[in-house]
């Protein structure tokens, strides 16, 4: 018995090829629905990484509020609006190794210069410890009682930001107090203060000395950058 192929009709041909094209679409279909799904999945993931470190960004702004608090002496009272915070002390360019902080250093008011109705006083940094540092900026400053009370406002920054001081052991630096005497400007004078509290620029760790009394008048309560030496 011999097999003989026949070959196929017309109609027999176009189903065929009908069936065909059907299941390469199909597979197509398929594929395609796999790489979307892939796409969707990738495009996600930033999003969920984002989130995560949503946390990060919080514990650090509570770590940095923590430093923040006073070091030594006097601590200001709770809501007292006079005080100033860390970030109110002018960051450092320095590295956290070359830097001048708190720990390493002393502090105390110099001779008050007074002349043509205004009031300067040396704020005096002194490095204590045994190594060199440098600071560079504004310290923040504010006045208070010895209940820990702010006194007016924190002093505002007077003049240009000004370089980096490099202090051996021994050395010092110095920034400017500036108010006016009583009687110079029609806005009453604030109370007497008994400590100045203070921020070293680019410090989270505060500092304090005697205030000597020192009385703000006329609104005007500024400091300038820190720079080399004491005034003679």
């Known amino acids: 018995m011999s097999l003989t192929s026949k070959p196929l009709g017309r109609g027999r041909r176009v189903a065929a090829g009908s069936l065909i094209a059907a299941t390469a679409l199909t597979l197509s279909a398929c594929q395609n629905g796999t790489d979307s799904s892939s796409h969707s999945s990738s495009a996600a993931a930033p999003a969920t990484s984002t989130a995560s470190s949503a946390p990060t960004s919080g514990n650090s702004a509570q770590s940095s509020g923590n430093s923040a608090r006073p070091s030594n002496g006097a601590r200001p009272s709770g809501g007292s609006k006079g005080v100033p915070n860390a970030s109110q002390a002018d960051p450092s360019a320095m590295t956290e190794s070359d830097r001048c902080t708190a720990a390493n250093m002393s502090l105390h008011l110099g001779r008050t210069d007074v002349g043509a109705g205004n009031?300067?006083?040396?704020?005096?940094?002194?490095?204590?410890?045994?190594?060199?540092?440098?600071?560079?900026?504004?310290?923040?400053?504010?006045?208070?009682?010895?209940?820990?009370?702010?006194?007016?406002?924190?002093?505002?920054?007077?003049?240009?930001?000004?370089?980096?001081?490099?202090?051996?052991?021994?050395?010092?630096?110095?920034?400017?107090?500036?108010?006016?005497?009583?009687?110079?400007?029609?806005?009453?004078?604030?109370?007497?203060?008994?400590?100045?509290?203070?921020?070293?620029?680019?410090?989270?760790?505060?500092?304090?000395?005697?205030?000597?009394?020192?009385?703000?008048?006329?609104?005007?309560?500024?400091?300038?950058?820190?720079?080399?030496?004491?005034?003679?």
């Open 119 to 232: 009031i300067r006083v040396p704020l005096v940094f002194t490095n204590k410890g045994k190594q060199a540092c440098s600071l560079r900026g504004f310290p923040g400053v504010s006045l208070i009682q010895r209940d820990g009370s702010g006194i007016g406002e924190p002093a505002s920054r007077e003049g240009g930001a000004g370089g980096a001081v490099q202090l051996q052991p021994g050395q010092s630096a110095h920034a400017v107090l500036h108010t006016v005497n009583e009687g110079v400007s029609d806005i009453p004078c604030w109370k007497n203060s008994q400590i100045v509290f203070v921020y070293p620029p680019g410090s989270k760790e505060s500092m304090t000395t005697h205030s000597g009394g020192l009385r703000v008048c006329g609104g005007t309560f500024t400091v300038t950058t820190v720079a080399a030496g004491v005034p003679s």
